[in-house]
């Protein structure tokens, strides 16, 4: 599971990292807080990919994680959400949406048993 996560992670900062340029390039109203959290995502995907490889092995960064995890699914179902009922559909945020939940159920899952020690019964 957590070379799923790498892997989940790896394709949600690359997204996200994309996101953050195009709204850089861009420029509409409201740009620098949106490119920021774009790039915070970025972050804490590379946090993710870092403890999930054993490049990293602290406790906290673990239930940083979690926390980020549970706010990536947040922030995807928000995007899938407003994308499907939008008046003017905007494709690209299907991808990143469900990037961000899966990489979030991922991140919770690795981060529960990285930090308090839980297991489940589909864990490796």
Known sequence: MRTLLAVVSALTALMCGWL??????????????????????????????????????????????VIG??????????????ALTAVHFEGFWLPIGFGLILQGLLAVQNGLKGSFGLTWPWSS
Not at 21 to 36: E, F, N
Request: glycine residues 8%.
């Open 20 to 65: 953050s340029v195009m709204y850089v390039v861009l420029g509409h109203d409201g740009w620098p807080w949106r490119a920021g959290l774009a790039a915070l995502l970025v972050a804490y995907s590379a946090l993710a990919i870092l403890l999930a490889q054993d490049l990293l092995t602290s406790v906290w960064a673990w239930r940083v994680v």
């Open 69 to 82: 995890g549970c706010a990536a699914m947040l922030y995807g179902y928000l995007a899938v959400s407003s």
